[in-house]
């Protein structure tokens, strides 16, 4: 896995269906805008609202319909059913499986390490780990990231704590693993990058697939102080459809874009039309964002410092003279 990972938003009709036409429509669609991998069944796609066995057939669509890599969501907070999900998630023909840390109960690090190890024993994909603190109340420490970052069969990690101090702990202790390292917070994509990520995995890649991956294509071409700038402008954008309105809200975004989000599932509900408003304003800008509108304000910047510096020059030659 390289670059920039959606989280797939899983689309679902009024009374909670799958629609199946909508989720095949929806990967043709951010493909189409430049994701480099596909993460069905992960938090955004309100996997722990669907069974197992819709769990197995939403990543089986996504296989059948993505040109990209799939790492599909398996976690559960058991072992037994993080192992079945996981096996679906393979015999479905997905490349990785990620699993969240084990919720709920609490458990200490030698717990977590010894967990993570045995599902990597066993699980027919590579697997990749999950901290999401803000859902599970578990925060994998930085040290058991490192011990487990040599095992042959985990290949990475996604972080979503948001927390740079910790990503970077992270990736000093697994720099010579071979072991990706991806971001879950959209509002430090670019930071992250700097700060040592191979990529991200985002829930603003839903709504700007277009921004997010452009982050990364401009990080990697050497233009960080760009990357930084478009993060800093999509920042309300991906407050509003994480933490502010959350699912609801990213399908309400992704609506207005004109892509097939479907509604989200009870107990979520839809976003009203306040917040509806709101985030269109929001879409729009993000939409009319480009590296020329960066390209424009430094070079306003530029004849502005250009002109104090005449007015200087000037002032000056008026009192030699007088």
Not at 66 to 91: K, Y
Not at 220 to 240: I, K, P, Y
Not at 287 to 313: A, P
Request: charged residues 25%; proline residues 5%.
């Amino acid at each position: 896995m390289h670059g920039t990972g959606v989280p797939l938003l899983t689309p679902f009709d009024r009374e909670g269906s799958l629609q199946e036409n909508y989720l095949r429509e929806l990967v043709a669609w951010v493909q189409e805008r430049g994701v480099d991998f596909i993460v069905p069944c992960g938090s955004n796609s309100e996997a722990e609202l669907m069974s197992v066995e819709e769990r197995a057939r939403v990543v089986e669509i996504v296989v059948e319909e993505a040109d990209v890599p799939v790492l599909a969501g398996t976690g559960h907070p058991g072992f037994h059913e993080t192992l079945r999900q996981t096996s679906l998630a393979a015999e479905a023909g997905a490349d990785a499986a990620l699993v969240v840390t084990p919720f709920y109960y609490g458990h200490d690090d030698e717990s977590m390490a010894d967990y993570y190890r045995s599902v990597a024993d066993e699980s027919p994909l590579p697997v990749y780990l999950y901290s999401v603190p803000a859902y599970t109340n578990v925060v994998l420490s930085p040290e058991v990231v490192g011990e487990l970052a040599n095992h042959e069969n985990i290949a990475g990690m996604k972080d979503s704590s948001g927390n740079l101090t910790r990503l970077q702990r992270e990736r000093a202790r697994t720099e010579h693993a071979d072991f990706d390292l991806f971001v879950g917070s959209g509002r430090v994509y670019a930071p992250a990058l700097d700060a040592g990520a191979d990529g991200g995995i985002l829930g603003l890649a839903n709504v700007a697939p277009e921004r997010a991956s452009e982050i990364h294509r401009l990080h990697r071409g050497g233009h960080g102080e760009q990357a930084r700038q478009l993060n800093a402008s999509l920042v309300e954008l991906n407050h509003a459809v994480t933490s502010e309105y959350g699912v609801p809200g990213a399908k309400a975004a992704m609506t207005e874009r004109g892509a097939p989000a479907g509604e989200p599932r009870s107990p979520h509900r839809p976003a009203s039309e306040e917040v509806r408003t709101e985030i269109v304003a929001l879409v729009d800008a993000a939409e009319h964002w480009s590296v020329s509108s960066l390209e424009l304000k430094r070079s306003v910047d530029l004849l502005f410092l250009i002109s104090r510096f005449v007015v200087v020059i000037v002032d000056g030659s008026r009192s030699c003279t007088g």
